[in-house]
T-cell receptor, first 112, second 114 residues
Framework: GDSVTQMEGPVTLSEEAFLTINCTYT??????LFWYVQYPGEGLQLLLK?????DKGSNKGFEATYRKETTSFHLEKGSVQVSDSAVYFC???????????FGSGTRLQVQP | KAGVTQTPRYLIKTRGQQVTLSCSPI?????VSWYQQTPGQGLQFLFE???????NKGNFPGRFSGRQFSNSRSEMNVSTLELGDSALYLC?????????????FGEGSRLTVL
């Protein structure tokens, strides 16, 4: 079945550091890929998405590229801020399934 | 416009009881999905409804059920509660479903089973 594997957290960075959160997936069809973010006490919010191979999703300085050859969708940001502290979830939606399969989440802590 | 609203936000039940959680989607959204979030299992898909029909179901026992009303509001029910049902239950809505569209999540209903 479908699965998503994320790097274990927590990830602790200083403000303005470069961020990479690794995500790899297994799917039987042609999935769409997502990054969701959960701030403390809130529900999940879509951060970015990519629907086909080589697509790059971007939002709020975050980027991720859909790499079919390596089945990866790594999240990157060039300069993190304290306000980026949250839990980040990689997810996929396989063809026609109408449901998201989530990774385990990676907690990011950014220190001033 | 108003976001996804879930009620109640917090509740405590004892083993063997049943619970009903409610979700009001964003106006105009016809798809409602439910997810269970626990520290051990992470986020797991429960079911998805579209126009009052269940279109997809996750791998949960029959104690977990749901329904959707004509105004797209949805409820989920868990009967004969077990300690392991303690979790944050998240509802998400979208216009057409989770294939490529964005899901909008509520803040969740946190259930504690004693």
């Amino acid at each position: 079945g479908d699965s998503v594997t994320q790097m274990e957290g927590p990830v602790t960075l200083s403000e303005e550091a470069f961020l990479t959160i690794n995500c790899t997936y297994t799917a039987t069809g042609y999935p769409s890929l997502f990054w969701y973010v959960q701030y403390p006490g809130e529900g999940l919010q879509l951060l970015l998405k990519a629907t086909k191979a080589d697509d790059k999703g971007s939002n709020k300085g975050f980027e991720a590229t859909y790499r079919k050859e390596t089945t990866s969708f790594h999240l990157e940001k060039g300069s993190v801020q304290v306000s980026d502290s949250a839990v980040y979830f990689c997810a996929l939606s396989d063809t026609g399934r109408r449901a998201l399969t989530f990774g385990s989440g990676t907690r990011l802590q950014v220190q001033p | 416009k108003a976001g996804v609203t879930q009620t109640p936000r917090y509740l405590i039940k004892t083993r063997g009881q049943q619970v009903t959680l409610s979700c009001s989607p964003i106006s105009g959204h016809r798809s409602v999905s439910w997810y269970q979030q626990t520290p051990g299992q992470g986020l797991q898909f429960l079911f998805e409804y579209f126009s009052e029909t269940q279109r997809n179901k996750g791998n949960f026992p029959g104690r977990f059920s749901g329904r959707q009303f004509s105004n797209s509001r949805s409820e989920m029910n868990v009967s004969t509660l077990e300690l392991g049902d303690s979790a944050l239950y998240l509802c998400a809505s979208s216009f057409a479903g989770g294939d490529t569209g964005e899901l909008f999540f509520g803040e969740g209903s946190r259930l504690t089973v004693l």
